[in-house]
């Protein structure tokens, strides 16, 4: 990739929410490319996640849905999107036995909001050459 085309990527990630691009980029030793390459995949693989969240718990499997955030917050911690994975931690918290089981409606909702909003920005990119 050249230069001036992975300094316009940089940017272009740089303007989506949440997204912590320095994080980003040194799990992937620096590579802008590489970095678009992995939020374009978590948009595709998570922006449904809220769904299969609420249909866990609605089926009473919390420990399922426990698991699912717990792996949406290490996927989002990886990729510096910060603010889903601070989401993605607290709802794994509520979900424990021993959480509070009154905030996971809002945790819900929030992570909800939050998800579409970074998908909606990652949606955004142009693809890839």
Do not use: W
């Amino acid at each position: 990739m050249q230069v001036d085309a992975a300094d316009q990527l940089r940017r272009l990630l740089e303007g989506i929410p949440g997204l912590e691009v320095e994080v980003g980029l040194t799990t992937v030793g620096g590579r802008v490319e590489s970095l678009a390459r992995l939020i374009r995949k978590y948009e595709q693989l998570h922006a449904g996640d809220i769904q299969v969240l609420r249909e866990g718990l609605a089926v009473g499997e919390p420990e399922t849905t426990r698991r699912l955030a717990h792996s949406l917050k290490g996927a989002a911690g990886f990729l510096g999107l910060t603010s889903i994975q601070a989401l993605a931690s607290a709802l794994e918290a509520a979900l424990r036995p021993e959480g509070p089981a009154n905030e996971i409606e809002g945790l819900l909702a929030a992570f909800e909001g939050e998800n579409d909003r970074v998908c909606t920005a990652i949606r955004a990119l142009p693809a890839p050459e």
